[in-house]
């Protein structure tokens, strides 16, 4: 199975900080990523797909990159709404797998 | 495009069975697949198994092998997920999620098992 190595585990930042989130793969995964968020009682929503593609009506202050075992999601300039956990996906190989999710908190 | 809406909440008994139902609907059902994911009170998302809508294809997750089927009905584009034998620890929210890539999700259903 592909492990998915997510960090940090929660992070405290402020509103108009730059906020970088990684998932390490424990194999190759070429491109096969997403990003998600999720709000607490709510189902997760997809941000980045194919690791550096922005889902149609996510704000642009949202940026994945990486390739092959190294994956990042940055948030430019933070913004109240921002405040959710965040889960990275690989979907390259059954078992499918999510990283252990990062709780972004106001600090 | 593309919506998925699931079941209401179930309240279950240890050792009994549960089916939850997700109606797919905006898209071209069997052009799909269809995921199962649950998250546990406060814990992260673990995936359960995939089947394809085209020709009921599965794959499940060792976690769940044995104990979880998963099925669709073209002519309602609906999938659905049994989960037998349940216990405590199956106490979640059931989330249903189109494509490997998980693109559109459906809005959750929660299981209790209790006595």
């Given at each position: 199975d592909i492990q998915m190595t997510q960090s940090p585990s929660s992070l405290s930042a402020s509103v108009g900080d730059r906020v970088t989130i990684t998932c390490r793969a424990?194999?190759?995964?070429?491109?096969d990523l997403g990003w998600y968020q999720q709000k607490p009682g709510k189902a997760p929503k997809r941000l980045?797909?194919?690791?550096?593609s922005l889902q149609s009506g996510?704000?642009?202050r949202f940026r994945g990159s990486g390739s092959g075992t190294e994956f990042t999601l940055t948030i430019s300039s933070l913004q109240p709404e921002d405040f959710a956990t965040y889960y990275c996906l690989q979907h390259?190989?059954?078992p499918l797998t999510f990283g252990g999710g990062t709780k972004v908190e106001i600090k | 495009q593309g919506q998925l809406v699931q079941s209401g909440a179930e309240v279950m008994q240890p050792g009994a069975s549960v089916k939850v139902s997700c109606k797919a609907s905006g898209?071209?059902?069997?052009s799909y697949g269809i995921n199962w994911v649950r998250q546990a009170p406060g814990q992260g998302l673990e995936w359960m198994g995939w089947i394809s809508a085209y020709n009921g294809y599965t794959n499940y997750a060792q976690n769940f092998q044995g104990r979880v089927t998963m099925t669709t009905d073209t002519s309602t584009t609906t999938a659905f997920m049994e989960l037998r034998?349940?216990?405590?620890?199956?106490?979640a929210v059931y989330y249903c999620a189109r494509d490997v890539s998980m693109d559109v999700w459906g809005q959750g259903t929660t299981v209790t098992v209790s006595s």
């Open positions: 424990s194999q190759g995964i070429r491109n980045i797909y194919a690791t550096s996510v704000p642009s390259n190989t059954f | 898209y071209t059902f069997t034998s349940l216990r405590s620890d199956d106490t």
